[in-house]
Antibody, heavy 121, light 111 residues
Framework: EVQLVESGGGLVQPGRSLRLSCAAS????????MHWVRQAPGKGLEWVSV????????DYADSVKGRFTISRDNAKNSLYLQMNSLRAEDTALYYC??????????????WGQGTLVTVSS | QSVLTQPPSVSGAPGQRVTISCTGS?????????VHWYQQLPGTAPKLLIY???NRPSGVPDRFSGSKSGTSASLAIAGLQAEDEADYFC???????????FGTGTKVTVL
């Protein structure tokens, strides 16, 4: 059974940093691209970032480009999102999502339960 | 911020058929990019419902079906059941934004 478990969320002041993690199990992690998708409270979904299986190709939404960094450790079956210069509008539930292929298929076949990031002073 | 437009809500009685539209543009759906649909039950993570415009993942009932034409796509739910009450999101890729885009979301209510 595919499992994705996010962690690392919390309350952080504007301008500070936070690092999210996603622990994957139930599939061969290093065969698949991975994404981060976020959902502001009571709002819709917003794609954040993608990383291919081998970390060669990485992409970001314009709203986070230059501030967020996605990475993965295939030996640890883990995905990460380093978030710097956080803003109030980054407040959201952050989901880790699996891509159905090793490269970016542009959709998500499994999702974690999310970790909440709240940016507030 | 959503690039794809959906009706905020649709409703139907048990057993009825409802459809949810997803309207895009020439840089996403109209450009030939696939449309995918997700179901988000209250308080839970989204779940893939339809991929590649018309395909159902294993375990998704055949009451759910997808279609695509031009710059729009639709999700149909036949034989509506109480357990179908959820938010539904369409999703595609946008070449102008160089990234995945989602619909505004539709809340389905079973009367």
């Amino acid at each position: 059974e595919v499992q994705l478990v996010e962690s690392g969320g919390g309350l952080v002041q504007p301008g500070r940093s936070l690092r999210l993690s996603c622990a994957a199990s139930g599939f061969t992690f290093d065969d698949y691209a991975m994404h981060w998708v976020r959902q502001a409270p009571g709002k819709g979904l917003e794609w954040v970032s993608v990383i291919t299986w081998n970390s060669v190709s990485i992409d970001y939404a314009d709203s986070v480009k230059g501030r967020f960094t996605i990475s993965r450790d295939n030996a640890k079956n883990s995905l990460y999102l380093q978030m710097n210069s956080l803003r109030a509008e980054d407040t959201a539930l952050y989901y880790c999502a699996k891509d159905p292929s090793g490269y970016d298929s542009n959709y998500f076949d499994y999702w974690g339960q999310g970790t909440l990031v709240t940016v507030s002073s | 911020q959503s690039v794809l437009t959906q009706p905020p809500s649709v409703s139907g009685a048990p057993g009825q058929r409802v459809t949810i539209s997803c309207t895009g543009s020439s840089s996403n759906i109209g450009a030939g990019y696939d449309v995918h649909w997700y179901q988000q039950l209250p308080g839970t993570a989204p779940k893939l419902l339809i991929y590649g415009n018309t395909n159902r993942p294993s375990g998704v009932p055949d009451r759910f079906s997808g279609s695509k034409s031009g710059t729009s796509a639709s999700l149909a739910i036949a034989g509506l059941q109480a357990e179908d009450e959820a938010d539904y999101f369409c999703q595609s890729y946008d070449s102008s934004l160089s990234g995945c885009v989602f619909g505004t979301g539709t809340k389905v209510t079973v009367l």
